[in-house]
Structures are given as structure tokens and as C-alpha cells.
T-cell receptor
Framework: AQTVTQSQPEMSVQEAETVTLSCTYDTSENNYYLFWYKQPPSRQMILVIR??????QNATENRFSVNFQKAAKSFSLKISDSQLGDTAMYFC???????????FGQGTRLTINP | GAVVSQHPSRVICKSGTSVKIECRSLDFQATTMFWYRQFPKQSLMLMAT?????????EQGVEKDKFLINHASLTLSTLTVTSAHPEDSSFYICSAEQGHDGYTFGSGTRLTVV
């Protein structure tokens, strides 16, 4: 069975700082997708970034980038120039290719302080 | 972008009654939708995969007779919590798959059973 582990229950940084959220996963699949979702206090799940396992290049979306290490089964999220609006729960998620469903990590509560 | 509408956002019901939650894909067709349950400060737990025109696939430990899922059209899936009890109180979230574009989530339903 696939599992996703986020080892940091909570993190807190100052506005404008850079923060990295950790995620590891376990799978025997070779092709799969990885995601980072943000859940603000409204509880709406928002896609932050996604990565296809067959792509070696790390995905980036403006201030958000990932460090995807396939051999190590690691998928960390880096948030640059953090903003107050980045305060939220962040969930790492895994989806085997063709299996459709998402497996979520436990989440990391990120607080950006002014 | 793709939108998934979930209704109601909040519902309070008496113990023993049934509650229906709707999940609609507004601008795309969703042959597959997913239903999650989220307890306070915890991650999303997949309850079932809803397939248009066929029976839902339930995760281990989820009572299919309590959590009835109907996916009668390509844009609508419903979750009915039957004979609700206080322990069914939770936050329920639906999502729809968009192929390689990932998953779009509804805004969630907070169910309180009194």
C-alpha cells in the first residue's frame, strides 16, 4: 500500500522568508503523480503544484517549487518570499498512474508571521 | 478553471435522520468523483470512489449501507448519510478528477448530528 509521510506537524516563519515543507512517500510504482495542496481556514482545498514522476525537472509555480528526489522518494515544497496569505494547512498527496485516487499525508500547519 | 460545487456547506440534523450532500462539476464532465472525510486537525481520508453509471467503490472500513453514493450523471454525485449519529459529525469533501490536470475539490460540508 502507498503511504505519504509529512514529518513536520507545524512550522512557523516570518513574512518574506523561505520555508521548506518535507514529504516522503512509499510506493513500488514507477509512474505516478505527486501533489501539494493548500487548505486555508476556509477549508477549500487548493492545488499548489503537481509533479509527474517521469519528469526529472522539478515543477515550479511562481513562488512555489518542489525538490523531487525519485530515488529517495522525497517531494519537498519550497515557498519563497512567504506571504501572510500562505498561512494554511499543506498536504502532500500521491496518486498512482491509472489508479485515480489520492493518498494524503498528515499535513503541515504553516503559519506566516508578520 | 474547473469548479466543483458542493452543497450544503453546513447542515445540522437530528440523530436518526438522513442527510444528502451534493457534489456538482460545473464546467466539465466527471466520470469519477471521490468522497473524503476530514476530522478536525487531521488529514483527508478517502471514503469511496464514485463512478458514473455504476456502483461506488468503498474503502475498507467504510459502511456502504450508511454512506450511500449515487453518481447518476456526469456532473453530479451525491452522498447520503443514513440514520446519522453524532459520531458521523465531520467535514465531508468531494473531488473530481480532471485527468492529467489533477483533481478539483468542492468547498466541503460540515455535518453536525445532534
Amino acid at each position: 500500500a502507498q503511504t505519504v509521510t509529512q514529518s513536520q506537524p507545524e512550522m512557523s516563519v516570518q513574512e518574506a522568508e523561505t520555508v521548506t515543507l518535507s514529504c516522503t512517500y512509499d510506493t513500488s510504482e514507477n509512474n505516478y503523480y505527486l501533489f501539494w495542496y493548500k487548505q486555508p481556514p476556509s477549508r477549500q482545498m487548493i492545488l499548489v503544484i503537481r509533479q509527474e514522476a517521469y519528469k526529472q525537472q522539478n515543477a515550479t509555480e511562481n513562488r512555489f517549487s518542489v525538490n523531487f528526489q525519485k530515488a529517495a522518494k522525497s517531494f519537498s515544497l519550497k515557498i519563497s518570499d512567504s506571504q501572510l496569505g500562505d498561512t494554511a494547512m499543506y498536504f502532500c498527496a500521491f496518486s498512482p498512474q491509472g489508479a485515480q485516487k489520492l493518498v494524503f499525508g498528515q499535513g503541515t500547519r504553516l503559519t506566516i508571521n508578520p | 478553471g474547473a469548479v466543483v460545487s458542493q452543497h450544503p456547506s453546513r447542515v445540522i440534523c437530528k440523530s436518526g435522520t438522513s442527510v444528502k450532500i451534493e457534489c456538482r462539476s460545473l464546467d466539465f464532465q466527471a466520470t469519477t468523483m471521490f468522497w473524503y472525510r476530514q476530522f478536525p486537525k487531521q488529514s483527508l481520508m478517502l471514503m469511496a470512489t464514485s463512478n458514473e453509471g455504476s456502483k461506488a467503490t468503498y474503502e475498507q472500513g467504510v459502511e456502504k449501507d450508511k454512506f450511500l453514493i449515487n453518481h447518476a450523471s456526469l456532473t453530479l454525485s451525491t452522498l447520503t448519510v443514513t440514520s446519522a449519529h453524532p459520531e458521523d459529525s465531520s467535514f465531508y469533501i468531494c473531488s473530481a478528477e480532471q485527468g492529467h490536470d489533477g483533481y478539483t475539490f468542492g468547498s466541503g460540508t460540515r455535518l453536525t448530528v445532534v
